[in-house]
């Protein structure tokens, strides 16, 4: 009996030396940020005081506060990539907390793709990236091109906001589609997203954007602390090479300007193949990266 007693003292001892190596202190006591009274999105006031509307967002506080891998990923590279989305949102008169669809579609991975085929920092599928006017072929896919992406997504959103005069309603749309949202609204006689039986995953999207907002205005309330020199900067291009022809060779043409093949895919993710026929002979702007990059 002393020896089974002792045996389970020394199981016990490891299991809490593993915590402590796994989980410090600080990780165990680490809690979720309160649910506010409210939060303002893109001039919205989304207030939370009905019980499904806080365990609602609730949910996706905790969701941020304990997916860690994502949620620090994200703070690293938020700098790199609202620098260049955010001159385009304002330029196209929206507003900047758009940006934050951004964020829960791709977690800021401008080489995402969904099952479902979605790509890109706002993932878009093939057949809607076609209708908002970008090029998607076996050569070139301009939903991987942050600049032009954005455009897209603006031009969507702008569209969604003159049906639905609200943003929760435009975010809900952007998961849903706005055949999906109109439909729903008609038939459950509602205008709020907020007050729609709709899929789990589109109920879900309105309060992940939300909580993307909370958590990369204040990160440090969800426990996450990142130092600005840990943060991905966004370096500027050193040249931008307009082309409207074919090129034949991207390594011979990475060369010509003084990069590697890699870092030319690198910074143009858009460039899908290792030649661009150009037979339409459209305009291109290749980014050639600055050093550093």
Known sequence: ??????????????????????????????RP?????????AGDTIRFDR????????????SFTYMHTNSLLILKRADRYF???VPVLKEQGLPEDLKYLMVIESNLDPKAVSSAGAAGLWQFMRGTAREYGLVCDDEVDERYNIEKGTLA???YLRDAYSKFRDWTSVAASYNSGQNGISRRREEQRQTSALDLWMPEETSRYI??????????????????????????PYIPPR??????????????FAERHGVTYQQLKEANLWLR?????????????????????
Request: proline share 7%; aromatic share 10%.
């Open 33 to 41: 940020p309160r649910v506010p009274a409210y939060v303002v999105f």
């Open 207 to 232: 309060f992940r954007m939300l909580a993307a907002k909370m958590f990369l205005e204040h990160p440090e309330v969800f426990g996450f602390f990142v130092s600005p020199g840990e943060k991905y």
């Open 239 to 252: 040249q931008r090479v307009t082309v409207s022809t074919a090129i034949p060779n991207l390594v011979d």
């Open 273 to 293: 193949s290792d030649k661009l026929t150009n037979k339409a002979g459209r305009t291109y702007v290749i980014t050639i990266p600055g050093p550093g990059s």
């Open 153 to 155: 997504a603006c031009a």
């Open 83 to 85: 620098k260049q989305v």
């Open 1 to 30: 009996m002393k020896q089974i007693l002792t045996l389970l003292l020394l199981c016990l001892s490891a299991i809490v030396s593993w915590g402590q190596v796994l989980y410090p202190e600080e990780e165990l006591h680490k």
């Open 51 to 62: 019980r499904d509307l806080y365990e609602r967002m609730d949910r996706e506080l905790i």
